[in-house]
């Protein structure tokens, strides 16, 4: 009979997005002598492991002309740049556990948010997917490319080009032109409060497509929404704060999206445009298996 003996600690982590900026200024603050120790050892590898290995292999296949040592040199400032920001993670990670600091969830349901307050840093495990609108978005965008391309199979000409290129721009308008990206959670355990994430685009570390299954997220609270409260989950701005006019601006745009979405098999509700309480607002640090 089959059977599956599970790990008993968990040593690696794949992550799909690590705000590492966060996480150095975070340990820092915490404990800087870890940092530095870390930095300076993971140098020491490079000067005298990897980094020499890497050369003399290249070396030995004659690879000795001048852009070939600018690439190696690159690679190799790529893996140790990667090699520290693992190593800083786990290292702040490890402190905030050992100091009580990282709040954690048994399962999950009406009641999980009674203690939980703005600032916290907190783990959930569930299942995670971008919002349906921003993954219409992005798909609509991809698709405004290739009809401007006349040797693409979805190649469109004339007034059927413009109005792809006039949707392109509403779209471009409604995203605001910010490298965020919001997810939705769904934790592990009972039915309970909306959890939404809003990531970094810049701190992502796979594609976004990726971001579809079950994960870790360490992340800070940013808001905790009561029954009565609701928050803008699209900006028309970023340079002002939300109002009631913008908000409706947007639930009426949206509306407009329902029908052409399902046509590329995303369906998207009229609600999208905001996230309702109860619920948890949280500013991703990182995100793994």
């Known amino acids: 009979m089959a059977s599956y003996n599970a790990p008993k600690n968990r040593v690696h982590r794949g992550f799909v997005y690590l705000d590492n900026e966060t996480v150095i200024n975070s340990l820092s603050a915490m404990e800087s002598g870890q940092v530095d120790s870390i930095i300076a050892k993971i140098a020491q590898a490079r000067e005298g492991g990897f980094a020499g290995g890497v050369n003399a292999s290249f070396a030995g296949a004659g690879a000795n002309l001048e852009g070939g040592k600018k690439s190696t040199s690159s690679f190799e400032e790529e893996v140790v740049k990667t090699r520290t920001n693992f190593s800083i993670f786990e290292a702040w990670y490890q402190k905030l556990k050992a100091d009580n600091a990282l709040g954690t969830f048994e ?25 349906p609108l921003q993954t219409l978005f992005r798909l609509f965008r991809w698709f ?146």
Not at 109 to 114: K, Y
Not at 242 to 262: C, D, M, W
Not at 263 to 278: C, K, M, Y
């Open 107 to 131: 399962g999950w349901g009406d009641f999980a948010l009674a203690d939980v307050e703005p600032g916290h840093t907190v783990e959930i495990r569930g299942e995670l997917q971008i919002v």
């Open 144 to 289: 405004a490319e290739q009809v401007a391309d006349k040797s693409s199979p979805f190649a469109q000409k004339g007034e059927q080009l413009q109005s792809t290129r006039a949707g392109l721009k509403n779209m471009n308008i409604l995203l605001g032109g910010t490298d965020e990206v919001l997810a939705r959670l769904r934790p592990l355990g009972d039915d309970g409060p909306a959890v939404a994430v809003v990531l970094d685009n810049k701190s992502l570390i796979a594609d976004l497509g990726r971001l579809d299954g079950t994960y870790s997220v360490i992340a800070q609270v940013e808001r905790v929404l009561s029954e009565e409260d609701s928050w803008p989950t699209m900006r028309l701005t970023t340079d002002a704060p939300a109002t009631k006019l913008e908000q409706e601006t947007l639930n009426s745009t949206v509306s407009n999206f329902i029908e052409p979405a399902r046509a590329l098999g995303v369906e998207i509700s009229p609600d999208e445009a905001e996230l309702r309480g109860p619920a948890l607002l949280l500013r991703a640090i990182a995100v793994y298996r």
